[in-house]
């Protein structure tokens, strides 16, 4: 009894986690939808397993009758009842609710939406702002609150998921396709988001943040975002500048406005205001960094960046430099 009773107070206390990433957290009117329905369903299923138990253990204690003859609620008539009709008045409701969810969850996106482009590769997310080729990022979205968003969604590679859980479902990001994701945030925050779709070795390494973010804020954070890098700024950085060009870091990642122009990686022009690096993996700290420069593989095994074999003096200067880049 005892251990019963600890089970289910773990369960219950499980259920009250409101802590993110939660889909049960809705952080707008998109993911509350899915919430209402979350929660329904919920509902509607443990009526009908509560009547099912019900019954069983009615049959189980009763048994059979002693005069042998069927009882009232035998044969045919409970066939149809419990097997036709029931079903069919339980479900078919149930039916008509999702098709409606589903329909206000328009995926075409609209004339006045904010539009940001976001394509998976392995194991990372390119995301870009109104089809602007100078306003890139990686691994980090941020959005404008109170305003719809669509999200234009597309891979390089394998098949991808996009999930958000306290802002939207999933939506697939399909090579050669483009598919949408529209929704809309009214809380601002940040909300940790996946993969949702494996794809490979370091699926589970592959997140996301979402900023949500009042609308002025948004658009300094679009611009600020196309700006190239500025200069460095000590003769540390200028020559870290110079590391990251020779040892081979500009054939795989771009420095906006420097010569660096790679595409294999995500752009660094901002690594520095980024929160994270390896793709939500890791905090971005100087520590986590010179350790992500030096051996990627050493935090996320099997991703496409090869360990940098750089000399101390060179780290430090590299170092110098990617934390200056704002
Ligand atoms: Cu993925």
């Known amino acids: 009894m005892r251990r019963l009773a600890l089970a289910a107070a773990t369960v219950v206390l499980a259920g009250a986690c409101a802590g993110e990433p939660s889909a049960l957290d809705p952080a707008g009117g998109t993911a509350a939808r899915l919430a209402d329905l979350w929660w329904l369903m919920l509902v509607v299923g443990s009526v009908v397993w509560v009547v099912v138990i019900a019954v069983l253990l009615r049959a189980a204690v009763r048994g059979r009758d002693q005069d042998g003859e069927p009882g009232a609620w035998s044969g045919q008539p409970l066939v149809v009842a419990g097997g ?40 990372w997310w390119r995301v870009a702002y109104n089809d602007d080729a100078a306003a890139v990022s990686a691994n980090e979205v941020h959005v404008p609150v109170g305003r719809p968003v669509t999200l234009e969604l597309t891979s390089v590679d394998v098949i991808h998921s996009f999930w958000v859980p306290n802002v939207a479902g999933k939506t697939d990001l399909i090579p050669g396709e483009t598919t949408y ?139 110098a430099y990617l934390e200056g880049l704002e």
């Open 181 to 319: 994701l529209r929704f809309e945030v009214d809380r601002p925050g940040v909300y940790r988001g996946f993969c949702a779709e494996f794809c490979g070795i370091q699926h589970a390494g592959m997140r996301l943040v979402l900023v949500a973010q009042p609308a002025e804020e948004f658009d300094d954070h679009v611009r600020r975002v196309a700006e190239d890098a500025g200069q460095p700024d000590s003769l540390l950085a200028a020559e870290g500048q110079r590391v990251f060009n020779r040892v081979g870091c500009a054939d795989c990642h771009a420095v906006r406005g420097t010569e660096a122009a790679g595409v294999a990686g995500p752009d660094l022009t901002h690594l520095a205001s980024r929160r994270t690096i390896g793709a939500g993996v890791v905090a971005n700290t100087r520590g986590n960094l010179a350790g992500w420069v030096v051996n990627p593989q050493g935090i996320k095994p099997g991703n496409h960046m090869p360990p940098q074999p750089v000399d101390p003096e060179d780290l430090e200067a590299l170092l």
């Open 84 to 123: 036709i009709v029931l079903p069919v008045v339980v479900l078919v409701p149930l039916l008509i609710v999702v098709f409606r969810v589903a329909e206000g969850l328009s995926h075409e996106p609209q004339q006045d939406d904010v539009r940001i482009q976001v394509v998976g590769e392995q194991f």
